[in-house]
């Protein structure tokens, strides 16, 4: 069996983090941040007046975003072990957050509801939840097809959890993004 990259090595994550605008200072929650691609990024574009909110099930990957961001100098990472099916399990304050991002989460669980209401519930109202997820039909690289979810599907479970689209990322070939508003 082929030993595939990891899901970071096909997204440019500082173009994408550059693309979300005006971060400074802001709450920024990752959900399923795994090894923190993403986390690193964003912790440098809300600068030392944000926080970064680093979520994962399993503590291994956090421990490593912490030491990551500790030998970056990044004082704004806070990592958190919880289960995101649960709801309130971050223990993340309700509207606390102003933007929430799950990236790569999605095709791995059959509660994606769960994750997303988990998410909404922490964001502010106005604020922006990110979904990046496995393209569907897209051979190649990344976990089975049946896996993952059409686009058309995931903006349906986003809207359902009470948020209204609000324009596409460009995430590259494998995968599908998102920005949503609250």
């Known amino acids: 069996m082929v030993q595939l990259p990891t899901a970071g090595a096909f997204l440019d ?45 399993m503590q291994e990957p956090l421990q490593s975003v912490q030491s990551r961001g500790d030998a970056l100098g990044l004082q704004n990472v806070r990592t958190i072990r919880a289960d995101l099916e649960v709801l309130g399990g971050t223990k993340i304050p309700d509207a606390s957050q102003d933007i929430v991002l799950i990236a790569n989460v999605l095709f791995q669980s059959q509660k994606k509801e769960a994750i997303l209401s988990e998410g909404m519930r922490m964001l502010k109202p106005g604020g922006n939840i990110v979904v990046i997820d496995w393209k569907k039909g897209v051979p190649g690289f990344g976990p089975p097809d049946e896996s993952r979810t059409s686009e058309d599907d995931l903006r ?18 494998y995968y599908t993004g998102a920005v949503y508003i609250k």
Do not use: M, N, P, W
Request: include cysteine.
């Open 13 to 57: 994550t500082q173009r994408i983090v550059s693309s979300l605008g005006g971060l400074q200072g802001r709450h920024v929650a990752d959900l399923g941040c795994g090894s923190g691609y993403f986390t690193l990024s964003l912790a440098q574009a809300v600068g030392r007046d944000g926080v970064v909110s680093a979520v994962d099930v």
């Open 156 to 173: 349906r479970l986003v809207e359902s959890a009470g948020a209204k689209y609000g324009r596409a990322l460009d995430v590259g070939a």
